[in-house]
Nanobody
Framework: QVQLVESGGGLVQAGGSLRLSCAASGSILRINNMAWYRQGPGNQGDFIATITSSGNTNYGDSVKGRFTISGVDAKNTVYLQMNSLKPEDTAVYYC???????????????WGLGTQVTVSS
């Protein structure tokens, strides 16, 4: 089995910063890429950022210049540094990863359970 566990969410004032982490564990042969998504109060799903195994990154338009994705480090962890937070960034943030399973050798996408980020005005 493979698990993704997010952490680092919380309550912050507008203009503040938070750093999210997502740790992958289990029967991992290879992590192909990891990404962050969010779902806000209006049930809108947004793509936030992705990073490949070679370190290439891509960002959603709503967070460019404010959020930075980094990793994947030796602990199979990806990070999302969020600066200049706005109330509209309030959402549940989900981590996803395309992982090749060690036993089957097959790649598939896995998801974490999410972490709440609330930005007050």
């Amino acid at each position: 089995q493979v698990q993704l566990v997010e952490s680092g969410g919380g309550l912050v004032q507008a203009g503040g910063s938070l750093r999210l982490s997502c740790a992958a564990s289990g029967s991992i042969l290879r992590i192909n890429n990891m990404a962050w998504y969010r779902q806000g109060p209006g049930n809108q799903g947004d793509f936030i950022a992705t990073i490949t195994s070679s370190g290439n990154t891509n960002y959603g338009d709503s967070v460019k210049g404010r959020f930075t994705i980094s990793g994947v480090d030796a602990k199979n962890t990806v990070y999302l540094q969020m600066n200049s937070l706005k109330p509209e960034d309030t959402a549940v943030y989900y981590c996803s990863a395309d992982i090749t399973h060690a036993a089957s050798g097959n790649p598939r996408r896995y998801w974490g359970l999410g972490t709440q980020v609330t930005v007050s005005s």
